[in-house]
Protein backbone atom coordinates (compact mmCIF):
# COMPACT_ATOMS: atom_id res chain seq x y z
CA UNK A 1 0.00 0.00 0.00
CA UNK A 2 1.02 3.74 -0.89
CA UNK A 3 2.42 5.79 2.38
CA UNK A 4 -0.42 8.10 2.82
CA UNK A 5 1.51 11.14 4.23
CA UNK A 6 0.68 14.64 5.81
CA UNK A 7 0.83 16.34 2.60
CA UNK A 8 -0.97 13.98 0.93
CA UNK A 9 -4.11 14.43 3.16
CA UNK A 10 -3.37 18.29 3.41
CA UNK A 11 -3.43 18.41 -0.85
CA UNK A 12 -7.04 16.19 -0.41
CA UNK A 13 -8.14 18.57 2.00
CA UNK A 14 -7.40 21.55 -0.24
CA UNK A 15 -9.09 20.20 -3.12
CA UNK A 16 -12.59 18.80 -1.23
CA UNK A 17 -12.71 20.70 1.83
CA UNK A 18 -13.63 17.04 3.49
CA UNK A 19 -12.53 16.61 6.92
CA UNK A 20 -8.98 14.85 7.86
CA UNK A 21 -10.02 11.63 8.91
CA UNK A 22 -12.16 11.13 5.81
CA UNK A 23 -9.57 12.33 3.84
CA UNK A 24 -6.84 9.79 5.56
CA UNK A 25 -10.16 7.41 5.14
CA UNK A 26 -10.24 8.06 1.41
CA UNK A 27 -6.62 8.08 0.71
CA UNK A 28 -6.70 4.76 1.89
CA UNK A 29 -9.37 3.06 0.51
CA UNK A 30 -7.57 3.97 -2.93
CA UNK A 31 -4.14 2.87 -2.25
CA UNK A 32 -3.23 6.80 -2.30
CA UNK A 33 -4.56 7.79 -5.21
CA UNK A 34 -5.01 11.33 -5.12
CA UNK A 35 -8.04 11.36 -8.16
CA UNK A 36 -9.60 8.44 -7.24
CA UNK A 37 -10.15 9.74 -3.02
CA UNK A 38 -11.50 12.85 -4.79
CA UNK A 39 -14.07 10.26 -6.23
CA UNK A 40 -14.42 8.20 -3.59
CA UNK A 41 -15.43 11.94 -0.75
CA UNK A 42 -17.52 12.91 -3.86
CA UNK A 43 -19.64 9.49 -4.13
CA UNK A 44 -20.05 9.20 -0.27
CA UNK A 45 -21.28 12.76 -0.09
CA UNK A 46 -18.56 13.75 2.42
CA UNK A 47 -16.60 16.36 -0.72
CA UNK A 48 -17.31 20.05 -0.52
CA UNK A 49 -17.97 20.07 -3.81
CA UNK A 50 -20.57 17.27 -3.91
CA UNK A 51 -22.17 19.90 -1.52
CA UNK A 52 -21.98 22.98 -3.33
CA UNK A 53 -23.35 21.20 -6.24
CA UNK A 54 -26.77 22.00 -5.20
CA UNK A 55 -26.87 25.51 -5.01
CA UNK A 56 -28.23 27.74 -7.67
CA UNK A 57 -25.54 28.99 -10.25
CA UNK A 58 -26.39 31.80 -12.32
CA UNK A 59 -23.58 34.06 -13.10
CA UNK A 60 -20.40 32.44 -14.75
CA UNK A 61 -19.44 33.27 -17.92
CA UNK A 62 -20.36 32.55 -21.92
CA UNK A 63 -17.43 31.45 -24.15
CA UNK A 64 -17.09 31.11 -27.74
CA UNK A 65 -14.60 28.92 -30.15
CA UNK A 66 -13.96 29.44 -33.62
CA UNK A 67 -11.91 27.00 -36.20
CA UNK A 68 -12.25 27.25 -39.64
CA UNK A 69 -15.86 26.81 -40.47
CA UNK A 70 -16.80 25.48 -36.90
CA UNK A 71 -17.95 27.34 -34.63
CA UNK A 72 -19.02 26.51 -30.83
CA UNK A 73 -20.56 28.78 -27.44
CA UNK A 74 -21.01 27.18 -23.96
CA UNK A 75 -22.48 28.79 -20.81
CA UNK A 76 -20.18 28.12 -17.59
CA UNK A 77 -22.36 29.04 -14.54
CA UNK A 78 -20.90 30.11 -11.09
CA UNK A 79 -22.52 31.23 -8.13
CA UNK A 80 -21.28 34.90 -8.02
CA UNK A 81 -20.32 37.62 -10.87
CA UNK A 82 -16.93 37.84 -8.76
CA UNK A 83 -16.30 34.16 -10.12
CA UNK A 84 -16.15 35.30 -13.78
CA UNK A 85 -13.02 36.97 -13.19
CA UNK A 86 -11.24 34.50 -12.04
CA UNK A 87 -8.42 33.37 -14.30
CA UNK A 88 -9.05 29.54 -13.04
CA UNK A 89 -12.60 29.89 -14.01
CA UNK A 90 -12.05 31.84 -17.27
CA UNK A 91 -9.59 29.08 -18.37
CA UNK A 92 -12.14 26.48 -17.75
CA UNK A 93 -14.76 28.37 -19.42
CA UNK A 94 -12.63 28.48 -22.88
CA UNK A 95 -11.40 25.30 -22.46
CA UNK A 96 -15.26 23.77 -22.57
CA UNK A 97 -15.79 25.96 -25.80
CA UNK A 98 -12.51 24.50 -27.39
CA UNK A 99 -13.98 20.91 -26.57
CA UNK A 100 -17.31 21.82 -27.62
CA UNK A 101 -15.92 22.45 -31.11
CA UNK A 102 -15.28 18.49 -31.48
CA UNK A 103 -17.81 17.22 -28.99
CA UNK A 104 -20.73 18.96 -30.07
CA UNK A 105 -24.01 20.50 -28.12
CA UNK A 106 -24.62 17.32 -25.90
CA UNK A 107 -23.72 18.05 -22.50
CA UNK A 108 -23.26 14.96 -21.20
CA UNK A 109 -20.84 13.91 -24.32
CA UNK A 110 -18.37 17.45 -23.62
CA UNK A 111 -18.54 16.55 -19.97
CA UNK A 112 -17.19 13.19 -20.53
CA UNK A 113 -14.22 14.41 -23.04
CA UNK A 114 -11.02 14.95 -21.94
CA UNK A 115 -9.85 18.49 -21.02
CA UNK A 116 -7.43 20.11 -23.00
CA UNK A 117 -3.94 20.00 -20.85
CA UNK A 118 -5.36 17.70 -18.55
CA UNK A 119 -5.59 14.35 -17.65
CA UNK A 120 -9.20 14.76 -16.28
CA UNK A 121 -12.40 14.67 -18.66
CA UNK A 122 -14.53 18.04 -18.30
CA UNK A 123 -17.20 16.32 -15.69
CA UNK A 124 -13.84 15.92 -13.20
CA UNK A 125 -12.11 19.41 -14.28
CA UNK A 126 -15.19 21.03 -13.39
CA UNK A 127 -15.78 19.25 -10.12
CA UNK A 128 -12.05 20.32 -9.40
CA UNK A 129 -12.90 23.63 -10.07
CA UNK A 130 -15.72 23.87 -7.82
CA UNK A 131 -14.12 22.06 -4.70
CA UNK A 132 -10.90 25.01 -5.31
CA UNK A 133 -12.78 27.99 -6.55
CA UNK A 134 -15.28 27.12 -3.64
CA UNK A 135 -18.69 27.52 -5.29
CA UNK A 136 -20.72 25.57 -7.28
CA UNK A 137 -20.07 25.53 -11.31
CA UNK A 138 -22.18 24.02 -13.93
CA UNK A 139 -21.82 23.31 -17.92
CA UNK A 140 -25.46 24.93 -18.32
CA UNK A 141 -25.26 24.09 -22.53
CA UNK A 142 -23.61 24.74 -25.65
CA UNK A 143 -24.34 24.79 -29.46
CA UNK A 144 -21.98 24.16 -32.15
CA UNK A 145 -22.50 25.84 -35.72
CA UNK A 146 -20.22 24.09 -38.68
CA UNK A 147 -20.92 25.75 -42.65
CA UNK A 148 -19.84 23.73 -45.48
CA UNK A 149 -18.35 26.47 -47.81
CA UNK A 150 -18.26 29.73 -45.90
CA UNK A 151 -17.23 31.24 -42.63
CA UNK A 152 -18.22 31.12 -38.88
CA UNK A 153 -18.47 34.34 -37.25
CA UNK A 154 -18.12 35.15 -33.27
CA UNK A 155 -19.22 37.63 -31.50
CA UNK A 156 -18.66 38.52 -27.62
CA UNK A 157 -20.27 41.49 -26.01
CA UNK A 158 -18.06 44.02 -23.81
CA UNK A 159 -15.60 40.82 -23.30
CA UNK A 160 -13.96 40.31 -19.94
CA UNK A 161 -10.97 38.09 -21.75
CA UNK A 162 -10.69 36.58 -25.44
CA UNK A 163 -13.98 34.93 -26.61
CA UNK A 164 -15.65 35.56 -22.88
CA UNK A 165 -18.50 37.52 -21.91
CA UNK A 166 -22.01 37.72 -21.02
CA UNK A 167 -23.94 37.60 -24.07
CA UNK A 168 -22.29 35.87 -26.97
CA UNK A 169 -23.07 35.44 -30.42
CA UNK A 170 -22.60 32.91 -33.49
CA UNK A 171 -22.97 33.08 -36.91
CA UNK A 172 -23.10 30.74 -39.84
CA UNK A 173 -22.37 32.25 -43.54
CA UNK A 174 -22.72 29.84 -46.42
CA UNK A 175 -20.72 31.06 -49.41
CA UNK A 176 -17.85 30.98 -51.93
CA UNK A 177 -17.10 34.89 -51.56
CA UNK A 178 -14.24 36.69 -50.33
CA UNK A 179 -13.32 35.44 -46.90
CA UNK A 180 -12.96 39.18 -45.41
CA UNK A 181 -16.34 40.21 -46.52
CA UNK A 182 -17.84 37.32 -45.03
CA UNK A 183 -15.96 37.89 -42.24
CA UNK A 184 -16.75 41.46 -41.79
CA UNK A 185 -20.98 41.26 -42.61
CA UNK A 186 -20.67 38.31 -40.38
CA UNK A 187 -19.47 40.48 -37.37
CA UNK A 188 -22.09 42.81 -38.14
CA UNK A 189 -24.94 40.71 -38.37
CA UNK A 190 -23.38 39.09 -35.12
CA UNK A 191 -23.28 42.71 -33.17
CA UNK A 192 -27.09 42.65 -34.57
CA UNK A 193 -27.96 39.47 -33.04
CA UNK A 194 -26.32 40.51 -29.86
CA UNK A 195 -28.26 43.92 -29.42
CA UNK A 196 -32.13 42.80 -31.18
CA UNK A 197 -32.28 39.21 -29.97
CA UNK A 198 -34.05 37.73 -32.91
CA UNK A 199 -36.26 34.70 -32.16
CA UNK A 200 -35.65 32.87 -35.64
CA UNK A 201 -33.69 33.47 -38.84
CA UNK A 202 -36.79 33.44 -40.98
CA UNK A 203 -40.54 33.79 -40.69
CA UNK A 204 -40.83 30.09 -41.38
CA UNK A 205 -38.45 29.43 -38.55
CA UNK A 206 -40.76 31.32 -35.97
CA UNK A 207 -42.47 29.31 -33.79
CA UNK A 208 -46.07 29.48 -35.15
CA UNK A 209 -47.81 28.80 -31.63
CA UNK A 210 -46.03 32.50 -30.68
CA UNK A 211 -47.27 33.98 -34.03
CA UNK A 212 -51.16 32.73 -33.30
CA UNK A 213 -50.67 33.92 -30.07
CA UNK A 214 -49.48 37.31 -30.95
CA UNK A 215 -52.94 37.42 -34.01
CA UNK A 216 -55.66 36.25 -31.54
CA UNK A 217 -54.40 39.48 -28.74
CA UNK A 218 -54.20 41.71 -32.04
CA UNK A 219 -57.52 40.36 -33.11
CA UNK A 220 -59.28 40.83 -30.08
CA UNK A 221 -57.47 44.62 -29.78
CA UNK A 222 -59.14 45.53 -33.31
CA UNK A 223 -62.02 44.03 -32.95
CA UNK A 224 -62.76 46.83 -30.55
CA UNK A 225 -62.54 49.24 -33.31
CA UNK A 226 -66.03 48.76 -34.63
CA UNK A 227 -64.62 48.42 -38.09
CA UNK A 228 -65.97 45.55 -40.78
CA UNK A 229 -64.70 42.73 -40.40
CA UNK A 230 -62.77 42.58 -43.94
CA UNK A 231 -60.41 45.90 -42.41
CA UNK A 232 -59.95 44.59 -39.29
CA UNK A 233 -58.49 41.15 -40.97
CA UNK A 234 -55.84 43.49 -42.64
CA UNK A 235 -55.38 45.53 -39.54
CA UNK A 236 -54.19 42.58 -37.99
CA UNK A 237 -51.86 41.07 -40.99
CA UNK A 238 -50.56 44.60 -40.95
CA UNK A 239 -49.57 44.45 -37.54
CA UNK A 240 -48.67 40.84 -38.11
CA UNK A 241 -45.68 41.93 -40.64
CA UNK A 242 -44.58 44.35 -37.70
CA UNK A 243 -44.21 42.01 -35.42
CA UNK A 244 -41.94 40.10 -38.16
CA UNK A 245 -40.01 43.00 -38.48
CA UNK A 246 -39.67 42.98 -34.68
CA UNK A 247 -38.32 39.26 -34.29
CA UNK A 248 -37.30 37.67 -36.90
CA UNK A 249 -33.58 38.35 -38.02
CA UNK A 250 -33.60 38.85 -42.11
CA UNK A 251 -36.57 41.01 -41.28
CA UNK A 252 -35.51 43.31 -38.56
CA UNK A 253 -34.02 46.89 -39.08
CA UNK A 254 -30.55 46.50 -39.36
CA UNK A 255 -29.01 48.37 -36.35
CA UNK A 256 -25.41 49.14 -38.17
CA UNK A 257 -27.70 51.36 -39.95
CA UNK A 258 -30.71 51.79 -38.85
CA UNK A 259 -32.63 51.70 -41.94
CA UNK A 260 -31.77 48.38 -44.29
CA UNK A 261 -33.62 45.02 -43.18
CA UNK A 262 -31.03 42.59 -42.37
CA UNK A 263 -31.94 40.16 -45.39
CA UNK A 264 -31.21 43.11 -47.57
CA UNK A 265 -27.91 43.78 -45.84
CA UNK A 266 -26.57 41.06 -46.42
CA UNK A 267 -27.58 41.03 -50.20
CA UNK A 268 -25.30 44.08 -50.46
CA UNK A 269 -22.65 42.48 -48.87
CA UNK A 270 -22.62 39.49 -51.40
CA UNK A 271 -22.09 41.73 -54.25
CA UNK A 272 -18.96 43.06 -52.64
CA UNK A 273 -17.95 39.44 -51.61
CA UNK A 274 -18.70 38.19 -55.76
CA UNK A 275 -21.05 35.55 -54.66
CA UNK A 276 -24.36 34.64 -53.31
CA UNK A 277 -24.09 35.00 -49.19
CA UNK A 278 -27.00 32.61 -46.92
CA UNK A 279 -27.12 33.06 -43.33
CA UNK A 280 -27.31 29.55 -42.46
CA UNK A 281 -27.62 29.57 -38.68
CA UNK A 282 -27.19 31.98 -35.56
CA UNK A 283 -27.05 31.13 -31.63
CA UNK A 284 -27.18 33.47 -29.01
CA UNK A 285 -26.37 33.00 -25.26
CA UNK A 286 -26.54 35.68 -22.82
CA UNK A 287 -25.68 34.40 -19.03
CA UNK A 288 -28.11 33.36 -17.01
CA UNK A 289 -31.14 33.71 -19.55
CA UNK A 290 -33.98 31.64 -17.89
CA UNK A 291 -32.43 30.55 -14.80
CA UNK A 292 -34.58 31.59 -11.28
CA UNK A 293 -32.17 33.49 -9.20
CA UNK A 294 -32.48 33.24 -5.89
CA UNK A 295 -32.62 36.84 -4.64
CA UNK A 296 -31.67 37.64 -1.02
CA UNK A 297 -33.67 39.97 1.45
CA UNK A 298 -30.82 41.34 3.45
CA UNK A 299 -32.77 43.15 5.87
CA UNK A 300 -34.82 40.45 6.80
CA UNK A 301 -31.88 38.14 7.45
CA UNK A 302 -30.26 41.35 9.36
CA UNK A 303 -33.06 41.81 11.63
CA UNK A 304 -33.17 37.52 12.07
CA UNK A 305 -29.76 37.45 13.03
CA UNK A 306 -30.41 40.06 15.58
CA UNK A 307 -33.40 38.32 17.25
Not at 114 to 135: L, Y
Request: glycine share 10%; net charge neutral.
Amino acid sequence: MAEITAALVKDLREKTGAGMMDCKKALAETNGDLDAAIDWLRKKGLSAASKKAGRVAAEGLVAVAVKDNVGAIVEVNSETDFVGRNPQFQALASGVAAVALSAGDDVATIEAAAFPGSSRNVKDEVTHAIATIGENITLRRAKKLTVDGGVVVSYVHSALAEGLGKLGVLVALKSTGKREVLEQIGKQVAMHIAAANPQSLSTKDLDQSLVERERTVLTDQAAGSGKPADIIAKMVEGRIRKFYQEVVLLEQTFVIDGETPVGKAVEKAAKDAGAPIEIAGFVRFQLGEGIEKKTDDFAAEVAKMAG
